[in-house]
Each structure stands twice: as structure tokens, then as C-alpha cells.
């Protein structure tokens, strides 16, 4: 699976949007952007995933570029309770196993 | 819809002992994975059932721990002996039977190796 690239940290006003960062240079054609979050001593939760189009849910929007090198995760009206780590994952669209990296701690302040 | 369950919440155990973690996935869910972060460590994987059988056991550090998936439902990760590098949050994770299915994570069960 390709590896991707996060900022360690990031701030976030309540209210405004919050828009995540992921580079993902080596990924295949096959092979789809995935996003979770943990907030603190819970366990992961899926967000949202794509290929190449643009996808939205109740949670967030995920924004791919055309050459699908990176990738954006908006939270449009983040709260506080959006305090959390943020992991890009990028895998083969099967039922395998996620390697997650570092990802972004992102916290939400009033 | 009741969600992943893991069992117990937390461990305290000596070096040595052996503990057996459990995890109730959500009904219907064949795919069943564990996970575990160990202290200032990134979440790494462990194994992969698919039903009872092991799809993916890739991540199992050594011999000392064993995962079991009896009938297809529940599982259970025993560790036997524990270590002190053992200790950490141990997540257990629950997927449907069809490709890219969103993986649903229980509350994990953090283990104490003294």
C-alpha cells in the first residue's frame, strides 16, 4: 500500500472549516484514499473514502486531485468535539488490514 | 445495532501471566481484525478472520500470542507469556463481506504488563 504524508498538528477555530493535507505520490490506480480519526482513548472511526471523485457524507468532504497525488479532508463547521488524530490511509479497495501512519492531531479550539 | 465489544477494559498483569482479550463484533460481520498501539507507537495491525479462518496473521509479533475465532463470531487473542513490550491498547475491529466496507473499531482493551 502507498504511504502517505501528514502534517504532525494543526488548529482549528470552532465554527470555521477545517481542512486536512495528505500527499499520496505513490499511489496506484487501484488503490483508494481512506480517512479516520481517533479521538482520545477511543477507538478509530471511518470518516470517509474515495478514488478519484470528490465524496461527501454527514462527516466530511473528501477532495482528491485529478493526478490523485494528494488529497483534502474538510470538516466544514468543526466543533469541539472533532478534537482528534486524523489518518489518511491509502489501500486496494478489499477487506485487508489498514496501516495507519502518524497522522494529524488536529485540535479544535472556541 | 449493538457495535464492537472488547473485553476487559483494561489489564493489569505481571510479567509472565497470560491474559485473553475478547472481541464481539457486530452481528453478521464476517471480517474481523485485531489491532494494538504499544506506547508512543503508531496502530499497527495484527491479524485478519475472515469468518473463522485467518485471512492475513502478517502482524502477529511472535509465538506468544495466539488469535482464535471459534464458530465465526467472537474472537479471542491470548498472550502467553506476557512481556512488558506487550503492554498497550489492544483494538479489535469488525467489516461486511463486501470490498472496501468500512471497518467499525470497539473501545480497545488497554493491557499493563508489570
Known amino acids: 500500500d502507498a504511504k502517505t504524508t501528514q502534517p504532525p498538528s494543526m488548529d482549528c477555530a470552532e465554527g470555521r472549516a477545517a481542512n486536512l493535507p495528505c500527499n499520496h505520490s505513490t499511489i496506484s490506480g487501484n488503490e483508494y484514499v481512506y480517512w479516520y480519526r481517533q479521538i482520545h482513548s477511543q477507538g478509530p472511526q471511518y470518516i470517509i473514502h474515495g478514488l478519484k471523485n470528490n465524496e461527501t457524507n454527514e462527516m466530511a468532504s473528501l477532495i482528491i486531485t485529478e493526478d490523485r497525488k494528494s488529497s483534502t479532508l474538510i470538516l466544514p463547521h468543526a466543533t469541539l468535539r472533532d478534537t482528534a488524530v486524523y489518518y489518511c490511509i491509502v489501500r486496494v479497495d478489499s477487506w485487508g488490514k489498514l496501516q495507519f501512519g502518524a497522522g494529524t492531531q488536529v485540535v479544535v479550539t472556541p | 445495532e449493538a457495535g464492537v465489544t472488547q473485553f476487559p477494559s483494561h489489564s493489569v498483569i505481571e510479567k509472565g501471566q497470560t491474559v485473553t482479550l475478547r472481541c464481539d463484533p457486530i452481528?453478521?460481520?464476517?471480517?474481523l481484525y485485531w489491532y494494538r498501539r504499544v506506547m508512543g507507537k503508531e496502530i499497527k495491525f495484527l491479524l485478519h478472520?475472515?469468518?473463522?479462518?485467518?485471512?492475513?496473521e502478517s502482524g502477529m509479533p511472535n509465538n506468544r500470542f495466539l488469535a482464535e475465532r471459534t464458530g465465526g463470531t467472537y474472537s479471542t487473542l491470548k498472550v502467553q507469556p506476557a512481556e512488558l513490550e506487550d503492554s498497550g491498547v489492544y483494538f479489535c475491529a469488525s467489516s461486511q463481506d463486501f470490498p472496501g466496507g468500512e471497518q467499525y473499531f470497539g473501545p480497545g482493551t488497554r493491557l499493563t504488563v508489570t
Open positions: 452481528s453478521g460481520h464476517d471480517n
Open positions: 478472520f475472515v469468518k473463522e479462518s485467518k485471512q492475513d
